[in-house]
């Protein structure tokens, strides 16, 4: 097993374990839960605060692509052993840009994740605890104020 595998299997086994997931279909890319929900996960190994991902135009794209199709999107950004932040798809676009480009979250002790990148920066925190629920709620919400 690679770390790609370990990493990324951790997040989708959190899901699979939350009440509420009653599906999980792979795609090429990504995963489809409940029919409803498209997510990718992307993982950076680091230890430590300040984790740094790469979302391309590419992966833009296919996140855009399965919008379109009535899925709400998400992408899951599992920063090492500490967690996942998860993003839905507005969100990606405003920090990353429409080109895609660099994302870092960083997360003091006991607090939410601070998310920011090429294109700019979330105003909001985004709770530890918004994976897995955002992906299997019926809205987007989720994001607090800090």
């Not at 890319?29 to 029919?35: A, Q, R, S």
């Not at 429409?98 to 979330?122: D, F, K």
Request: aromatic share 8%.
């Amino acid at each position: 097993m690679d770390t790609v595998d370990f990493y990324r299997g951790a997040a989708v086994l959190l899901l699979l374990r939350a009440p509420g997931c009653k599906g999980l279909q792979a795609t090429q890319e990504g995963f489809l839960v409940n029919g409803a929900v498209y997510f990718e996960l992307k993982h950076c190994t680091s230890g430590k605060s300040r984790w740094t991902f790469n979302v391309s135009t590419r992966d833009l794209e296919r996140m855009v692509h399965y919008s379109q199709e009535t899925h709400r999107v998400f992408l899951g950004l599992v920063c090492g052993g500490d967690g996942v932040c998860t993003l839905p798809l507005g969100d990606i676009l405003s920090v990353a840009g429409p080109q895609g480009g660099w994302v870092a979250t960083a997360r003091p002790y006991g607090r939410s994740y601070a998310v920011v990148g090429r294109a700019g920066h979330l105003a909001r925190k985004v709770p530890r605890s918004d994976w897995p629920r955002l992906l299997l709620e019926e809205k987007n919400g989720g994001c607090v104020d800090e």
